[in-house]
């Protein structure tokens, strides 16, 4: 049998397969010859003390063991062109996670989306970033994909008891990520990979009988007696179906405001807002590991970072090492930001979401708008930015320090935001109680990440579509919603999720209760 170990080497070891079946021979006192194969389990970095070191979990397979490769292979999906049909509404990880499982359930998912394939996003994606166009179906949140398709990638979720999380990371490897998304603590595919993989789920989709359609926006709910009858998509065309997963994600407004306007039961939820603050990613590498010089062995440096400043919590959030600002708008005349990393994580400068709890009682200015009071307190933020930058993409900047000290920044250097910056004093943009929490929070931050708090580092504005405003309730045991039968919130947009992984499980549950309730009919 193979020998399971935890270990504790240098990074030059770790990603050097020679040194560590040396270092292991000499561990378990054997030849090296003797050493046939080492899987890595799980790796993480150990950047506690100032000899940086890589935590492993291998097993070790001597010669003669036996020891098989493991393929990644996919369920063993069946046609269901002519099986029942449930609508799919959005084609992020949540959407195209419940159609994989409808299809293994032998239902046939058909999904639309109100965006692009994901290839033909990228021309919409090159418009808001070069020509300040904002395509409010085809953007950085909408389209083939979601929003995690090109705004970074990351499969880290600390939800681990929100349902099987290596099942969701074994399907992403079997469609092409790279095993490492399974050893790693943080895993991450990247925007450059994500792409095509996105694409081998949906043409696996249609392979086996299920429908993909694109450019496809709901307009209506077709509802009856409180039970969901089918969907009306812009083009006038009816698709009649008594079972609806609605995955829509936290940008789709229109959703909201449909559901609102059909007396729908939703409801408003807290959220985060805040900015995307960008540092030189050396720079966050020599805080981190406590060096002047990273090296080639070591990733590029993280930070999460948590305070308590009168009474909300202040936190990093979506931290993007060796990565890069994007322009996340949905609508003409708003602003918003968001930061994404290639697989390689190579970028020069490393930003991250620096954002502030928020409660039900902060949107009261907006009560007349009920249970959409928050998604108006986010809305009314993202336009004063914009306006306030000079109505193009260009967002409200600041250097940190000036931040802090109210100052407005005589120029701001140019950051990897491509759209570009406006001078800006951010305390402008926020509600004066949001401001102050900042301030103090960065001052905060600063004592406890010593060289954090410089004004080599800029503060972009507004970091706002965190998670969702609405939440649209469901009961805790069907996943069906509490007042509409036939139709199932999912995801992020829904309020169950947040980020790829979490999505793509809740998308695989609201599929299995779909299954399960029509299995007793």
Request: with cysteine.
């Amino acid at each position: 049998m193979p020998q399971e170990l935890l270990l504790q080497v240098t990074p030059e070891i770790a990603t050097n397969e020679l040194l560590l079946k040396d270092y292991l021979a000499k561990h378990i006192k054997v030849s090296v010859n003797e050493i046939q194969h080492v899987s890595i389990l799980k790796r993480s970095v150990d950047a506690r003390q100032k000899s940086i070191k890589i935590n492993l979990k291998v097993s070790v397979y001597l010669k003669g063991e036996p020891f098989h490769e493991t393929e990644f292979r996919l369920p063993d999906y069946k046609n269901v062109s002519n099986a029942q049909e449930v609508i799919v509404v959005g084609a992020g990880p949540a959407g195209l996670f419940a159609a994989l499982q409808l299809i293994e359930l032998g239902l046939k998912p058909v999904v639309i989306e109100r965006g692009k394939e994901v290839r033909g996003r990228r021309r919409d994606l090159k418009a808001i970033n070069v020509d300040h166009v904002v395509n409010e179906d085809s953007n950085y949140c909408f389209g083939e994909g979601g929003a995690g398709t090109y705004s970074d990638g990351k499969l880290y979720t600390r939800s681990k008891k929100r349902g099987d999380v290596t099942r969701i990371l074994e399907l992403f490897v079997a469609f092409g990520a790279t095993p490492d998304i399974l050893v790693d603590a943080h895993p991450h595919i990247g925007t450059n990979k994500l792409p095509q993989i996105i694409q081998d789920i949906r043409e696996k989709i249609i392979e086996f009988g299920g429908q993909v359609l694109f450019e496809t926006r709901l307009t209506d709910i077709l509802i009856k007696n409180n039970e969901v009858q089918g969907i009306v998509t812009h083009n006038g065309e009816t698709i009649l179906a008594n079972k609806l997963i609605l995955a829509t994600g936290h940008s789709a407004r229109d959703i909201y405001e449909l559901l609102d306007k059909k007396k729908v039961f939703i409801e408003a939820k807290p959220f985060a807002l805040g900015v995307r603050a960008e540092h030189p990613q050396s720079l966050i590498d020599s805080i981190q590991y406590s060096c002047d010089y990273r090296g080639e062995h070591l990733p590029p440096a993280p930070y999460s970072i948590v305070k308590q400043v009168n009474g909300r919590g202040m936190y990093s959030f979506c931290m993007c090492p060796g990565g890069v600002i994007a322009p996340c708008a949905t609508s003409p005349g708003e602003v918003v930001t968001n930061g994404w990393s290639p697989s390689k994580r190579d970028q020069v400068t490393a930003n991250s979401g620096i954002v502030i709890e928020l409660k039900l009682e902060d949107f009261k200015p907006f009560a007349k708008f009920g249970a959409l009071a928050g998604m108006e307190f986010q809305k009314s933020i993202e336009q004063k930015a914009w306006h306030l930058a000079g109505e193009t993409q260009k967002v409200p900047a600041q250097r940190m320090i000036d931040f802090t000290q109210n100052r407005v920044s005589s120029d701001i250097p140019k950051t990897s935001y491509v759209p570009g910056t406006t001078s800006i004093e951010m305390g402008k943009v926020f509600p004066g109680f949001l401001t102050q929490i900042l301030r103090e929070g960065f001052t905060e931050f600063g004592k406890s990440m010593r060289g954090y708090l410089t004004n080599d580092a800029v503060l972009h504005a507004p970091e706002s579509r965190t998670s969702s405003p609405v939440r649209i309730p469901r009961d805790i045991y069907s996943y069906e919603h509490l007042q509409i039968k036939g139709l199932y919130p999912c995801g992020e947009g829904a309020g169950y999720a947040g980020g790829i992984i979490s999505a793509a499980i809740d998308g695989e549950k609201c599929a299995l209760m779909i299954a399960a309730t029509l299995k007793k009919q």
